[in-house]
Each structure stands twice: as structure tokens, then as C-alpha cells.
């Protein structure tokens, strides 16, 4: 359990002494892989020790508890693994950054306050890690230089917004009987109105985590001014895994859920889902577009955990992992791609795969991955929810069926660009640019293996699977399977057709930009209009305008006025009687204890 | 030394001691006075730690000095409350008497300066241990005389007319509140708050000493005087936000309603919704501020409401929240004001818009300016989101679940406009010309300042122990009255 603890407290270490470092490039570009290896070693040594607990008192409910079961061990596995493949990228990426020591040390920290995330027993010290993590990400936002510092204040001011909302619902989980430490779940039919209202509050918190409608217009934006090594560990796997591995303790361990509690969260997964599908289909720079189909597989995730059935919520578990390897490679791909052409655009990137086969076969086997391919885990994982929302909401099913066709076509733009045959001159890249990315595709593609060997752990955190238990599940050919079959030749058809019309797979679904059923959308959400925060933030300026203005300014101007009377009457009259004669002094005091006397006689 | 001859020491030294500081000043010039009040503030928080381990015993002791008759008695009291304030106090007040040295260097009125900084001190400190209402109110009125000083510190016209303001509202509110307690005698016959304890306030008697109170806490609709203040040194404005004077007010509150008399239950919600007005209020105001000063005083208005919310919660864990917001607020916003006073000293300017890009020229004050807003907004692990927790836990505990979600909207408004305020001043494009740090002394000040609130929330148990044992302490004769929640 020590061991597990260096997890939290190297990283975090290191990210505190990171600014003496920041005179040494060199030294602060291998921080992080130093660190990495240091919690790899870490993780290997406790690796083969049995379940742990450990638990001490800080304040009120804020008990210093963490656990360590398989559970825990397969995302710590998760989690070092993405550590080591971000160090290694780190290695040149680093020096590219507008403040590198910012982005070395928001790196270190995040990858701390991860560990802490999944390895606290508490869910209140949860929530420490976790704004220590959102710390993370404000700084590695900003680490981009001017051009991100907004994105990053959006960034933090959408995330602790969320975490406030979480609080409140926490303190209403106390009340109603929950334990910090995950004892008894709350039945929220039980308590209809404060329970549900105490589980949404929550279910946003940790939705917002992972990239929830309506809280994840920061991350299209902060792909754009970013660096890519932050991208990759953070919103497109770290922020993921935490988010939803929490939602499913609130939906599982936390709350016994009811019909409308589901419903609010299938409402919440299907927007998710569509919301940034049609920006995906047109969007034309590389890294926005892997941004927007970060955002709507967590409709898929939040879907599945709405089902209630451990096949959606075991399937929205392997989902996460699966999305998180896949994605975090295709970041470092569109970094290290980015890095060499200058620009993000797609139309400078076509080809470039072909240039480096390295990225290009690490892009597609995360592709293969992503568009949930047999054998990988996204397969199994999509299998799993599409067999969940069965049991739980047939004709919820035709609508999750249709986003992931969808996002079957948006990948495969993707891959055709990276892939589009075309004289393109080979860059020069140094390994630890092209490994990460090809290892991420590789793991993104054996995660099957790895989910079929760590059935057991899914059965710890998603509760008994009946006979034959998860394995059963996803081990057979059935009429889902059919679905998920029909699922890639339509996506892949829909791009076939979208790309027949252009000139280059950069265009394919440009026609939506102009299109009358679609333009106004586009065109609203360019514009930020369907964007709740700018909408909030010009609602929070207004009314803070009104209350200053016409009712704190009023008061001021009122008791200016008072002050001044006052001042203006008893001068003269203070004059009058100050007037230096003796006699005048002793009546002052004569008459001031006959009223004190007064006072106390009364 | 015992109990009772440390806590008179505490008071002595600075209140007395105060008084040497003009002789030597005119006796000597130079650093003299400076290193002479850093000595006597040091010394008076050095004697404060003594307080703390008795009093997270749960040890209670009091004694009295007849002064006049049965009626008025210099009574004193060591108690986890006073402990818990009487060091927290004293030891923002000592770091920003060290800052002094360098910040009021060369000014022309050293020795005054020390002499009053050290006399506000030893007034808050005679008031922290006072459990009689008129020494009390004594106290209480030495720290207006003191801060009406100090705000006209620069003497031109509109200071003095700024420092008149804040004298004449918290003077008038501590008359009103004078009259409450005439009343309160008049119906109890005593000024010993021992002896009120569980006795019911009368309305009028509540409505007269509140208002003295929210005067001198600087609390809507009473308010206006504190950001006109922030015309005083930064020094003093530190002081007044962080460590004295508004503190005074909720001390005051505490040591009179929620350890001395009784306040009829009706009244709670409307005391709540009275905090939370003020705490909403001020955070939109903040919102709409360009000076840095201004926004800070704005901020502190808001942030004693929340602290208010969780006395007026009248719930053991808004009680420890409002305890531990004292100490949280005191840290946080102390090495705000000091930020200020440094980025002042380098941009001659207090108006943000003609700020920017400062990150590179002033990281120290840059990482602390934003250690502290963190922990004002409520971002763990600073320990400002441990207070921000434990007042609304408290508010929900007393079943005011709708003035609680108020409370969480606020929150949301206070860290809006702190990470507003660190990105205009600190990112963005430079303007304006060349920059510079601030003096070491002044830059080391602020970054203990800002380590202190990090370490507040990593090593929240004790502060949390003392915290608890104040409210248990209260929570015995709430138990008794039968009015606990």
C-alpha cells in the first residue's frame, strides 16, 4: 500500500520542484519520464500484494482512506502506462511548448492527483484530488501560452462550477443516510424528491469530469491552443477514466437509481452523443475534429451506466479504457503530424501517415479501435451496451446505433486523411515522437485481450453477472453482433458517399456547411451561441452590472449623503457647544448620566 | 506564567507597549519604531501558543477584575473561541507588521504609523478575551479610533473625508449597539456575558446590537465604508480585511449570541438571508470593479457574509466552518492585500485594465496572488474550501437547503471574479511600463502567506480540533437550552 501511496506523492512531488528545473531544458523534458518510471516501479512492486486498506481521520467527513483492490489495480495500470507513454513524448514535445515548465509540472500533478482519484476510498477526499487534478488542467491549458489562457479560466471556471454543484449534492448524500466511505447505498425511490435531486447534482459533477453536455465546450477549444502532450494525457483519457469510473461508483455504489433518474441520464448521454457529431462531420482542423468525438463516446459511456444492468455499465467501463488508449495515441499522432507540417489543418496533414508509417499504422489500429473493430475492446465494450439498453430501453438503442454510425464515419475521414495517397515529403521524427502513438494503437487494439483477462476486476466494481458471468456476455455471436457489423459498413458507407463529392477527404461533408437542414446549427455553434457558458457569462455580467449599479452603487450614494448631513449639521452645532468654557463641558456630562441612568432605571 | 497572567501579557504588550513607540520614535528615527511594534505584535502571538494546548483540552478559565463596583468588571476569559482568534489574529497581524518594514519604509509618519498598527492590536486582543459587554464595547471603539487613523495614514482631503466615513458608520453602529446593551441590562442587570448565557435577547435589543455588529463587519447594507478604505496603506487595508477589524464584528457575534444570549429561532432564516444578501451582493459588485483594492474590500464584504451564514446556521458544523473561514480568510486574504500592496509599489497604478502580463516580472507575488484567490474561490486542498464547506454543510444540516444552493451560486460568482482579477493583472499582453518585484521582505511575506494556506488545508486537523472543541463548547449550553441542532 506504500507503495501504491508513491503513486500520489512522487508525481505530486515533482510537479512542486518542477520550477527549479525550468533553466534546464533538458532536465525538465525528462521529468516526466523519470517520474513515470519511478511510478511504474511503484505500481510493479505492489503489483502482487493483496487487497489493502488504509484509513485515517483528517476532518468531518474527510477521512484519509484509499483501498487497493483489482479494480483499482487495472486503472492504476491504465493510468502508469499512459504516464510512461506521455513522458516519452514529453521527452521533445516539451521544449515545443509556450511555457514548458508550466505544462511539465501540470503534467505531474495530474497524473498525481489521478492515482489519488482512483485509489481514495472517500469520496470526499476524491474531491480533493479531483480539483487538485482540475489544477492540472487549468495549468496545462495555459501552458499553451496567451493564446490559451482563456480557454484554460473557461476551463477551470466549467470545472469547478460542476464541483460545486457535486458538493451540494454530497452534503445532501450525508443527510440522507450516504456514507463518505461507500457504505449502504442511497434508494432514491425512497427519498423521491432530495434523493434525486442529490444524485443529479452529483451524476453532473462527475459527468462534467468526463466531458458531459452541457459542460464540454472547453475541450474543442483547448485542442487548438494546447499542447498535444497535454491533450493526449489529460481531457482525452485521464479526465475520462475518472469521470466516468466515478459516475458508475455514483450509479452503482452510491445510489440504487430509478426510472428517472435513468431517464435524466439517457437524456443527458443521447445529447451528449449528438451535440458535437455534426460540428465532427465539418470541422476542419484535426486535433478540434479528435476533440468532438472525445466528447460523444461519453454519451455512449453515460448511456450505458444509465442502463442499470451490468452488461451497459461493465460495457461503459471498457468503453472508457478502450477510448482513452485510442484516443491519447491519435493525439500524440496529431501532435508529432502537426509538429512537422505547422498546422493542425487537415487539408496540410493528407498523407502525412503515409510519410511515417510509424504514426500511420499507430493511427490505424486506434482507428480499428475506435470504430469498435473486432477484437478489440470496443467492440466488447459497444457490444455490452448495446446488450444493456436492450434490457433496459429497446428504442434507445436505434438512437445510440445511430450516433456510433456516425462516429464510424467521422474516424474513417480521419483515417483517410492520414492516409490519403499523395506525393508528400518524409519528415524527420525522432522516436520518442512516433513510439507513443504506435504504441497506444497497439494497446488500443489488444485492449480485448486485456479486458478478457480482467474479467474478475469488472466483476468487482459492476457486481455479480449471472451464470456464466461477463465473459458470457460478449463471448458469442449474436444478433448484436449483426448490429455492430451493420454499424461499420454504414458508417463507412456514409463517408464513401460524403467523399465521392469532393475532391479530397479533407471535404468529405463539407456540403453540411451550406446544406439549409444543417448550416443554421453550424453556424450557431461558430458562433457560440449554443455554448452555455459565453451565454452564462454574459447573464453573470449583466446581472452584476444591474445588482452594482442600481443597488450597491444606491446604497453607497445613500450613506455618502448621511455621512455628509451629518457631518454638515453637527459641525456647526459640535462648534456651538465646544466652545471652551468649562461649565458647558460639566453639563455635557451631567446630562449624559442622567440618560445612562435613565436607561438603566428603565 | 498561568492562564490568566498569559492573557493579560497578551493584551498589555501591545496595548501598552503601543505607547512606547511614539518616544522612541521621537527619541530615535529610523527602522527603530518598525522593529520595535514587529517585536511587540510577535511577542503578544509568541504568548497565544501558550493558549492552545489548554484549550483544545476543552480547558475554560475566567477570572475578573473588579473595575467598578458589581457592574463593570474587567472579565476575562481563555476559551477555544478566544484561543482560535487571539492566535489567528495576532499571527496575520505579526506578518504584516514584518511587510511594514519594507512597505512604510522612508514614509513620514513611521512612528504613528507603528504606534496605532500596534494599539489596533492590543485593542483586538483586549476584545478577543473580554467577556464583559462594556469593556467589550471599550475595546471595540479603541480599534474604530484606530482605524479611523489609519485610513486618513496619507492625509489628503478625500482620505480624511474616506476615513471620517468609516468612522461615522462604525461609531454609529457601535452606539446603536451600546443602546442594545443598555437594554439587554436593563432587562437582565448585568453586562456579564456569563451570566447571559441562554437568556433571550429582546427584538429591539437584537436589531441595536446587530447593527453595530454588520457596521463594524462591513456588512450590506452598512458596507460602503470598506471599499473606500483601501484609500489606507496596504498594510492597513490587510489588516482591516484580514486580521482586525471586520473580524471584530464576527467575533462579536459569536462571543455574544452564540455563547452568551439567546436569539428566538424565528429569527435564524432571516438572519441567513441577510448574509447570504450581503455575501451575493458584494460578489457581484467585485465582479464589476476595475480596482484591485476595491474588488479585494468587495471580496471580503461577500466573504464575511459566508462567514456569517455559518454563525447565523446556528448548526456545530457552521459554527466550525464560520471559526475555520476566520482563520482561512484571514491567510488568503491578508496575502491578497499584501499582492496588492507589491503590485501597487511596482505599477503605480491600482486600476487592472492598466495592468497585464505582471506573470514574468512579479512570479512570486503572481503564484501567491493566486495560492490566495484559490483558496477565497473555495479550491482545495487550500483551506479555503474546508471553511466554504463546513458553512454550507452546516446551512444544510439546518435544514435552509434553498439559502444553501445560494450560498453554492456565490461561490461560483467568487471564483469567477478572482481567476477575472489573476488573468488581468498577471496574463495577457504587458502594459504599461517596466515592472519590478517587490522588496524581499515584502515578496517573503507573501509567500509564507501563501504557504500557510496550502499548509492550513493539508494540516486542517488542527485548527479543526480547536475549531470543534469551540463549538462543543457551545454546543454544551445550546444542549442545556435545548435549542441545539
Given at each position: 500500500?506504500?507503495?501504491?501511496?508513491?503513486?500520489?506523492?512522487?508525481?505530486?512531488?515533482?510537479?512542486?520542484?518542477?520550477?527549479?528545473?525550468?533553466?534546464?531544458?533538458?532536465?525538465?523534458?525528462?521529468?516526466?519520464?523519470?517520474?513515470?518510471?519511478?511510478?511504474?516501479?511503484?505500481?510493479?512492486?505492489?503489483?502482487?500484494?493483496?487487497?489493502?486498506?488504509?484509513?485515517?481521520?483528517?476532518?468531518?467527513?474527510?477521512?484519509?482512506?484509499?483501498?487497493?483492490?483489482?479494480?483499482?489495480?487495472?486503472?492504476?495500470?491504465?493510468?502508469?502506462?499512459?504516464?510512461?507513454?506521455?513522458?516519452?513524448?514529453?521527452?521533445?514535445?516539451?521544449?515545443?511548448?509556450?511555457?514548458?515548465?508550466?505544462?511539465?509540472?501540470?503534467?505531474?500533478?495530474?497524473?498525481?492527483?489521478?492515482?489519488?482519484?482512483?485509489?481514495?476510498?472517500?469520496?470526499?477526499?476524491?474531491?480533493?484530488?479531483?480539483?487538485?487534478?482540475?489544477?492540472?488542467?487549468?495549468?496545462?491549458?495555459?501552458?499553451?501560452?496567451?493564446?490559451?489562457?482563456?480557454?484554460?479560466?473557461?476551463?477551470?471556471?466549467?470545472?469547478?462550477?460542476?464541483?460545486?454543484?457535486?458538493?451540494?449534492?454530497?452534503?445532501?448524500?450525508?443527510?440522507?443516510?450516504?456514507?463518505?466511505?461507500?457504505?449502504?447505498?442511497?434508494?432514491?425511490?425512497?427519498?423521491?424528491?432530495?434523493?434525486?435531486?442529490?444524485?443529479?447534482?452529483?451524476?453532473?459533477?462527475?459527468?462534467?469530469?468526463?466531458?458531459?453536455?452541457?459542460?464540454?465546450?472547453?475541450?474543442?477549444?483547448?485542442?487548438?491552443?494546447?499542447?498535444?502532450?497535454?491533450?493526449?494525457?489529460?481531457?482525452?483519457?485521464?479526465?475520462?477514466?475518472?469521470?466516468?469510473?466515478?459516475?458508475?461508483?455514483?450509479?452503482?455504489?452510491?445510489?440504487?437509481?430509478?426510472?428517472?433518474?435513468?431517464?435524466?441520464?439517457?437524456?443527458?448521454?443521447?445529447?451528449?452523443?449528438?451535440?458535437?457529431?455534426?460540428?465532427?462531420?465539418?470541422?476542419?482542423?484535426?486535433?478540434?475534429?479528435?476533440?468532438?468525438?472525445?466528447?460523444?463516446?461519453?454519451?455512449?459511456?453515460?448511456?450505458?451506466?444509465?442502463?442499470?444492468?451490468?452488461?451497459?455499465?461493465?460495457?461503459?467501463?471498457?468503453?472508457?479504457?478502450?477510448?482513452?488508449?485510442?484516443?491519447?495515441?491519435?493525439?500524440?499522432?496529431?501532435?508529432?503530424?502537426?509538429?512537422?507540417?505547422g498546422s493542425a489543418r487537415l487539408e496540410d496533414l493528407r498523407g502525412l501517415g503515409r510519410a511515417v508509417p510509424a504514426i500511420g499504422w499507430g493511427f490505424a489500429l486506434a482507428y480499428l479501435a475506435a470504430i469498435s473493430m473486432v477484437p478489440t475492446g470496443g467492440f466488447m465494450a459497444k457490444e455490452l451496451i448495446f446488450e444493456g439498453m436492450l434490457h433496459r430501453a429497446p428504442s434507445v438503442l436505434a438512437l445510440l446505433v445511430v450516433g456510433a454510425i456516425l462516429n464510424v464515419a467521422v474516424m474513417t475521414k480521419l483515417l483517410a486523411v492520414v492516409w490519403e495517397r499523395r506525393p508528400v515529403a518524409?519528415?524527420?521524427?525522432?522516436?520518442?515522437?512516433?513510439?507513443?502513438?504506435?504504441?497506444?494503437?497497439?494497446?488500443?487494439?489488444?485492449?480485448?485481450?486485456?479486458?478478457?483477462?480482467?474479467?474478475?476486476?469488472?466483476?468487482?466494481?459492476?457486481?455479480?453477472?449471472?451464470?456464466?458471468?461477463?465473459?458470457?456476455?460478449?463471448?458469442?455471436?449474436?444478433?448484436?453482433?449483426?448490429?455492430?457489423?451493420?454499424?461499420?459498413?454504414?458508417?463507412?458507407?456514409?463517408?464513401?458517399?460524403?467523399?465521392?463529392?469532393?475532391?479530397?477527404?479533407?471535404?468529405?461533408?463539407?456540403?453540411?456547411?451550406?446544406?439549409?437542414?444543417?448550416?443554421?446549427?453550424?453556424?450557431?455553434?461558430?458562433?457560440?451561441?449554443?455554448?452555455?457558458?459565453?451565454?452564462?457569462?454574459?447573464?453573470?455580467?449583466?446581472?452584476?452590472?444591474?445588482?452594482?449599479?442600481?443597488?450597491?452603487?444606491?446604497?453607497?450614494?445613500?450613506?455618502?449623503?448621511?455621512?455628509?448631513?451629518?457631518?454638515?449639521?453637527?459641525?456647526?452645532?459640535?462648534?456651538?457647544?465646544?466652545?471652551?468654557?468649562?461649565?458647558?463641558?460639566?453639563?455635557?456630562?451631567?446630562?449624559?448620566?442622567?440618560?445612562?441612568?435613565?436607561?438603566?432605571?428603565? | 506564567?498561568?492562564?490568566?497572567?498569559?492573557?493579560?501579557?497578551?493584551?498589555?504588550?501591545?496595548?501598552?507597549?503601543?505607547?512606547?513607540?511614539?518616544?522612541?520614535?521621537?527619541?530615535?528615527?529610523?527602522?527603530?519604531?518598525?522593529?520595535?511594534?514587529?517585536?511587540?505584535?510577535?511577542?503578544?502571538?509568541?504568548?497565544?501558543?501558550?493558549?492552545?494546548?489548554?484549550?483544545?483540552?476543552?480547558?475554560?478559565?475566567?477570572?475578573?477584575?473588579?473595575?467598578?463596583?458589581?457592574?463593570?468588571?474587567?472579565?476575562?476569559?481563555?476559551?477555544?473561541?478566544?484561543?482560535?482568534?487571539?492566535?489567528?489574529?495576532?499571527?496575520?497581524?505579526?506578518?504584516?507588521?514584518?511587510?511594514?518594514?519594507?512597505?512604510?519604509?522612508?514614509?513620514?509618519?513611521?512612528?504613528?504609523?507603528?504606534?496605532?498598527?500596534?494599539?489596533?492590536?492590543?485593542?483586538?486582543?483586549?476584545?478577543?478575551?473580554?467577556?464583559?459587554?462594556?469593556?467589550?464595547?471599550?475595546?471595540?471603539?479603541?480599534?474604530?479610533?484606530?482605524?479611523?487613523?489609519?485610513?486618513?495614514?496619507?492625509?489628503?482631503?478625500?482620505?480624511?473625508?474616506?476615513?471620517?466615513?468609516?468612522?461615522?458608520?462604525?461609531?454609529?453602529?457601535?452606539?446603536?449597539?451600546?443602546?442594545?446593551?443598555?437594554?439587554?441590562?436593563?432587562?437582565?442587570?448585568?453586562?456579564?456575558?456569563?451570566?447571559?448565557?441562554?437568556?433571550?435577547?429582546?427584538?429591539?435589543?437584537?436589531?441595536?446590537?446587530?447593527?453595530?455588529?454588520?457596521?463594524?463587519?462591513?456588512?450590506?447594507?452598512?458596507?460602503?465604508?470598506?471599499?473606500?478604505?483601501?484609500?489606507?496603506?496596504?498594510?492597513?487595508?490587510?489588516?482591516?480585511?484580514?486580521?482586525?477589524?471586520?473580524?471584530?464584528?464576527?467575533?462579536?457575534?459569536?462571543?455574544?449570541?452564540?455563547?452568551?444570549?439567546?436569539?428566538?429561532?424565528?429569527?435564524?432564516?432571516?438572519?441567513?438571508?441577510?448574509?447570504?444578501?450581503?455575501?451575493?451582493?458584494?460578489?457581484?459588485?467585485?465582479?464589476?470593479?476595475?480596482?484591485?483594492?476595491?474588488?479585494?474590500?468587495?471580496?471580503?464584504?461577500?466573504?464575511?457574509?459566508?462567514?456569517?451564514?455559518?454563525?447565523?446556521?446556528?448548526?456545530?458544523?457552521?459554527?466550525?466552518?464560520?471559526?475555520?473561514?476566520?482563520?482561512?480568510?484571514?491567510?488568503?486574504?491578508?496575502?491578497?492585500?499584501?499582492?496588492?500592496?507589491?503590485?501597487?509599489?511596482?505599477?503605480?497604478?491600482?486600476?487592472?485594465?492598466?495592468?497585464?502580463?505582471?506573470?514574468?516580472?512579479?512570479?512570486?507575488?503572481?503564484?501567491?496572488?493566486?495560492?490566495?484567490?484559490?483558496?477565497?474561490?473555495?479550491?482545495?486542498?487550500?483551506?479555503?474550501?474546508?471553511?466554504?464547506?463546513?458553512?454550507?454543510?452546516?446551512?444544510?444540516?439546518?435544514?435552509?437547503?434553498?439559502?444553501?444552493?445560494?450560498?453554492?451560486?456565490?461561490?461560483?460568482?467568487?471564483?469567477?471574479?478572482?481567476?477575472?482579477?489573476?488573468?488581468?493583472?498577471?496574463?495577457?499582453?504587458?502594459?504599461?511600463?517596466?515592472?519590478?518585484?517587490?522588496?524581499?521582505?515584502?515578496?517573503?511575506?507573501?509567500?509564507?502567506?501563501?504557504?500557510?494556506?496550502?499548509?492550513?488545508?493539508?494540516?486542517?486537523?488542527?485548527?479543526?480540533?480547536?475549531?470543534?472543541?469551540?463549538?462543543?463548547?457551545?454546543?454544551?449550553?445550546?444542549?442545556?437550552?435545548?435549542?441545539?441542532?
Amino acid at each position: 500500500m506504500t507503495a501504491m501511496l508513491l503513486l500520489i506523492v512522487v508525481p505530486i512531488l515533482a510537479a512542486l520542484v518542477t520550477p527549479l528545473a525550468r533553466k534546464n531544458p533538458r532536465a525538465l523534458a525528462a521529468l516526466p519520464l523519470t517520474v513515470a518510471g519511478l511510478s511504474t516501479l511503484g505500481f510493479l512492486l505492489a503489483l502482487g500484494a493483496s487487497p489493502l486498506a488504509l484509513s485515517s481521520p483528517f476532518a468531518g467527513p474527510f477521512t484519509l482512506a484509499f483501498t487497493l483492490d483489482a479494480w483499482r489495480l487495472l486503472l492504476l495500470a491504465f493510468v502508469c502506462f499512459f504516464q510512461l507513454m506521455t513522458g516519452m513524448y514529453a521527452l521533445r514535445s516539451v521544449a515545443g511548448a509556450a511555457r514548458p515548465a508550466l505544462l511539465v509540472g501540470s503534467l505531474l500533478l495530474a497524473f498525481g492527483s489521478a492515482c489519488g482519484v482512483v485509489l481514495t476510498a472517500n469520496v470526499f477526499v476524491l474531491l480533493i484530488f479531483w480539483e487538485m487534478f482540475l489544477l492540472a488542467l487549468y495549468g496545462s491549458i495555459a501552458s499553451g501560452g496567451e493564446q490559451a489562457e482563456r480557454v484554460a479560466l473557461k476551463a477551470l471556471i466549467i470545472g469547478g462550477t460542476s464541483d460545486f454543484l457535486m458538493v451540494m449534492g454530497l452534503m445532501m448524500y450525508l443527510l440522507l443516510g450516504g456514507s463518505p466511505l461507500l457504505g449502504q447505498p442511497v434508494r432514491i425511490a425512497a427519498t423521491p424528491e432530495a434523493g434525486l435531486v442529490a444524485f443529479v447534482l452529483i451524476f453532473l459533477g462527475a459527468g462534467a469530469k468526463a466531458g458531459m453536455f452541457p459542460f464540454h465546450t472547453w475541450i474543442p477549444e483547448a485542442a487548438e491552443v494546447m499542447p498535444a502532450t497535454g491533450f493526449a494525457a489529460l481531457p482525452a483519457s485521464l479526465e475520462k477514466i475518472l469521470g466516468i469510473s466515478f459516475l458508475i461508483t455514483v450509479t452503482n455504489q452510491m445510489f440504487i437509481l430509478d426510472r428517472r433518474a435513468r431517464v435524466i441520464m439517457v437524456i443527458f448521454g443521447l445529447v451528449t452523443m449528438f451535440a458535437v457529431l455534426l460540428p465532427a462531420l465539418v470541422e476542419r482542423n484535426f486535433k478540434k475534429t479528435l476533440a468532438l468525438t472525445a466528447i460523444s463516446p461519453v454519451g455512449f459511456m453515460v448511456a450505458g451506466a444509465a442502463t442499470s444492468h451490468v452488461a451497459g455499465i461493465a460495457g461503459a467501463l471498457m468503453y472508457m479504457l478502450t477510448h482513452a488508449t485510442y484516443k491519447s495515441g491519435m493525439f500524440f499522432a496529431a501532435g508529432a503530424l502537426e509538429a512537422k507540417a505547422g498546422s493542425a489543418r487537415l487539408e496540410d496533414l493528407r498523407g502525412l501517415g503515409r510519410a511515417v508509417p510509424a504514426i500511420g499504422w499507430g493511427f490505424a489500429l486506434a482507428y480499428l479501435a475506435a470504430i469498435s473493430m473486432v477484437p478489440t475492446g470496443g467492440f466488447m465494450a459497444k457490444e455490452l451496451i448495446f446488450e444493456g439498453m436492450l434490457h433496459r430501453a429497446p428504442s434507445v438503442l436505434a438512437l445510440l446505433v445511430v450516433g456510433a454510425i456516425l462516429n464510424v464515419a467521422v474516424m474513417t475521414k480521419l483515417l483517410a486523411v492520414v492516409w490519403e495517397r499523395r506525393p508528400v515529403a518524409r519528415p524527420a521524427l525522432a522516436g520518442c515522437e512516433y513510439v507513443p502513438a504506435l504504441l497506444l494503437g497497439v494497446a488500443a487494439f489488444f485492449t480485448g485481450l486485456v479486458f478478457a483477462a480482467a474479467v474478475p476486476a469488472f466483476e468487482l466494481k459492476v457486481g455479480p453477472a449471472g451464470p456464466g458471468g461477463l465473459t458470457a456476455m460478449f463471448n458469442h455471436v449474436g444478433p448484436l453482433t449483426y448490429v455492430s457489423l451493420l454499424v461499420w459498413i454504414l458508417g463507412i458507407a456514409l463517408y464513401l458517399v460524403a467523399r465521392e463529392r469532393t475532391s479530397s477527404p479533407a471535404e468529405a461533408f463539407s456540403g453540411l456547411r451550406t446544406s439549409p437542414a444543417t448550416a443554421g446549427a453550424l453556424r450557431l455553434a461558430e458562433e457560440k451561441k449554443l455554448d452555455w457558458y459565453e451565454v452564462g457569462v454574459k447573464v453573470v455580467e449583466w446581472l452584476t452590472r444591474v445588482v452594482f449599479r442600481y443597488f450597491e452603487r444606491l446604497i453607497d450614494v445613500v450613506a455618502d449623503a448621511i455621512v455628509a448631513g451629518g457631518k454638515a449639521v453637527s459641525g456647526p452645532a459640535l462648534s456651538a457647544v465646544h466652545n471652551g468654557v468649562y461649565g458647558n463641558y460639566l453639563s455635557w456630562v451631567v446630562v449624559g448620566l442622567i440618560v445612562v441612568l435613565a436607561l438603566v432605571l428603565m | 506564567m498561568d492562564l490568566q497572567t498569559t492573557a493579560l501579557a497578551i493584551i498589555a504588550v501591545p496595548l501598552l507597549g503601543s505607547f512606547l513607540i511614539p518616544v522612541v520614535g521621537w527619541m530615535r528615527k529610523g527602522k527603530l519604531t518598525g522593529y520595535l511594534a514587529v517585536a511587540l505584535i510577535g511577542a503578544a502571538h509568541l504568548m497565544t501558543w501558550t493558549l492552545l494546548g489548554p484549550a483544545r483540552a476543552g480547558q475554560v478559565t475566567s477570572f475578573k477584575i473588579p473595575f467598578y463596583g458589581d457592574l463593570i468588571n474587567l472579565s476575562l476569559t481563555i476559551d477555544a473561541l478566544a484561543a482560535f482568534m487571539a492566535f489567528t489574529s495576532s499571527l496575520i497581524a505579526t506578518l504584516i507588521a514584518i511587510y511594514s518594514l519594507g512597505y512604510i519604509e522612508h514614509g513620514d509618519h513611521e512612528p504613528e504609523y507603528y504606534f496605532i498598527v500596534t494599539l489596533f492590536l492590543g485593542a483586538m486582543m483586549g476584545l478577543v478575551f473580554s467577556t464583559n459587554i462594556i469593556f467589550l464595547y471599550t475595546f471595540w471603539e479603541i480599534s474604530a479610533l484606530a482605524c479611523w487613523r489609519l485610513i486618513g495614514y496619507f492625509r489628503e482631503p478625500d482620505y480624511i473625508w474616506k476615513a471620517d466615513k468609516a468612522f461615522l458608520v462604525t461609531f454609529g453602529g457601535a452606539v446603536l449597539m451600546l443602546l442594545g446593551f443598555v437594554l439587554v441590562y436593563a432587562q437582565y442587570g448585568t453586562f456579564e456575558i456569563a451570566d447571559l448565557r441562554g437568556k433571550t435577547v429582546s427584538a429591539v435589543a437584537l436589531v441595536l446590537i446587530l447593527a453595530g455588529v454588520f457596521s463594524k463587519s462591513a456588512s450590506v447594507p452598512l458596507h460602503t465604508w470598506l471599499p473606500d478604505a483601501g484609500v489606507a496603506p496596504s498594510t492597513i487595508t490587510s489588516l482591516l480585511h484580514a486580521a482586525i477589524l471586520v473580524k471584530i464584528g464576527l467575533y462579536g457575534f459569536a462571543r455574544l449570541f452564540c455563547n452568551g444570549l439567546s436569539i428566538p429561532p424565528q429569527w435564524h432564516k432571516w438572519l441567513l438571508a441577510v448574509a447570504l444578501g450581503s455575501a451575493f451582493v458584494s460578489a457581484c459588485a467585485a465582479l464589476q470593479e476595475t480596482n484591485i483594492k476595491r474588488l479585494l474590500a468587495f471580496s471580503t464584504v461577500s466573504q464575511i457574509g459566508y462567514t456569517f451564514l455559518g454563525l447565523f446556521a446556528f448548526t456545530a458544523t457552521g459554527y466550525v466552518g464560520a471559526l475555520l473561514y476566520i482563520m482561512a480568510h484571514g491567510l488568503a486574504k491578508g496575502g491578497l492585500f499584501l499582492c496588492a500592496g507589491i503590485i501597487e509599489h511596482g505599477t503605480h497604478t491600482k486600476d487592472m485594465t492598466k495592468m497585464g502580463g505582471l506573470f514574468k516580472k512579479m512570479p512570486v507575488t503572481a503564484v501567491a496572488y493566486l495560492v490566495c484567490a484559490l483558496s477565497i474561490a473555495g479550491i482545495p486542498p487550500m483551506a479555503g474550501f474546508f471553511s466554504k464547506y463546513f458553512v454550507i454543510q452546516g446551512m444544510v444540516n439546518g435544514g435552509y437547503h434553498y439559502l444553501a444552493v445560494g450560498a453554492i451560486l456565490t461561490a461560483v460568482l467568487t471564483l469567477l471574479y478572482m481567476l477575472r482579477s489573476f488573468h488581468t493583472i498577471f496574463l495577457g499582453q504587458p502594459r504599461g511600463e517596466s515592472h519590478h518585484e517587490g522588496a524581499p521582505v515584502m515578496v517573503t511575506v507573501v509567500a509564507i502567506l501563501a504557504v500557510m494556506t496550502v499548509l492550513a488545508g493539508f494540516f486542517l486537523p488542527m485548527p479543526f480540533a480547536l475549531a470543534k472543541v469551540a463549538a462543543a463548547q457551545r454546543t454544551i449550553f445550546y444542549t442545556l437550552a435545548g435549542l441545539w441542532r
